[in-house]
């Protein structure tokens, strides 16, 4: 993190100060812990458990003691819970930014304020959706940027009793984001678990819909009408999913005065008016 700032002064009657900062943050620590196992993580556990997984073997940091049917719940002492994924969590925060004032002494009544700002943030995160040591559904590379830029103008003075203030502002942000999902090695197993969950890992119960998940014959129609009749490779493979991209961008325009009329030493009456557009 860094921050600075540096102050001119070119004239007696102008000063310009200007000030930066940058933060960059990088995060490579775990995931989320639990706080409660649901009959979900009973259903992923089962999947590790089973040698038709890509990560047979591996275990929750507590076990899922959950059965079948029954208690739907099951709290975890998440205090002392390491969670178990199946990469590491990334988490880089990148956020800068840049602003200079200029005060400007006109004359003994009237002086000029302008302040313009520039700030970028940036980010990216990885990680492992399901939390869990089951390679299910994870999202790599989740990226988001937020640009803004602002100037403001402002002139103000007096004359006799009254105090005025007249200026502009103007605003323009841009949002972007790119959000993926993506399905690991263990996702045809983990859906058709969750399909038929009281059946042994990779069974298919003689459901068409399971075969048809599952990469075998099949009569399911909707799967006949795509060509995934006959012996398929499993539905979802490792890398398969979606990228979902986000764009924003608004700016505002706004008038405004300020004013303050003195009428006497102990009193005083202020009128303030604002015209805002955003687009």
Do not use: M
């Not at 990088?26 to 089973?50: N, P």
């Not at 700030?119 to 590379?141: A, C, E, M």
């Not at 006959?230 to 004013?259: C, E, I």
């Amino acid at each position: 993190s860094l921050k600075g700032q540096a102050l001119w002064s070119p004239t007696s009657d102008i000063e310009v100060r200007v000030i930066a900062d940058y933060n960059q943050k990088a995060d490579s620590s775990s995931d989320a812990t639990y706080k409660l196992y649901s009959t979900r993580d009973r259903l992923l556990q089962d999947i590790v458990q089973s040698p038709l997984s890509a990560n047979f073997g591996k275990i929750f940091a507590t076990p899922v003691n959950l059965p079948p049917t029954g208690p739907a719940n099951q709290f975890v002492d998440f205090k002392n819970y390491k969670t178990q994924t199946n990469f590491q969590r990334l988490s880089d925060v990148n956020d800068g930014g840049v602003s200079a004032q200029i005060d400007w002494t006109l004359n003994d009544d009237t002086s000029f304020v302008s302040i313009s700002a520039w700030r970028d943030f940036k980010n990216l995160d990885t990680t492992d959706t399901d939390y869990s040591p089951v390679d299910f559904i994870r999202q790599p590379g989740l990226t988001g940027e937020l640009r803004n830029i602002t100037q403001e103008l402002q002139l103000k003075g007096t004359w006799d009793e009254l105090e005025w203030l007249v200026g502009g502002f103007y605003s323009d942000e841009t949002v972007l984001q790119q959000t993926p999902g993506v399905f690991g090695a263990d996702a045809s197993l983990a859906w058709a678990h969750i399909l038929l969950p009281t059946l042994p890992v990779g069974a298919d119960g003689g459901s068409q819909t399971v075969k048809c998940i599952l990469g075998e014959v099949n009569t399911n129609a909707l799967c006949v009408a795509n060509g995934l009749g006959g012996v398929h490779t499993p539905l979802w493979q490792a890398g398969d999913g979606v990228r979902w991209h986000f764009k924003t961008h608004g700016n505002s325009v706004s008038f405004f005065t300020h004013d303050t009329w003195n009428f006497t030493p102990e009193w005083s009456a202020t009128v303030g008016l604002r015209y805002n557009h955003e687009a």
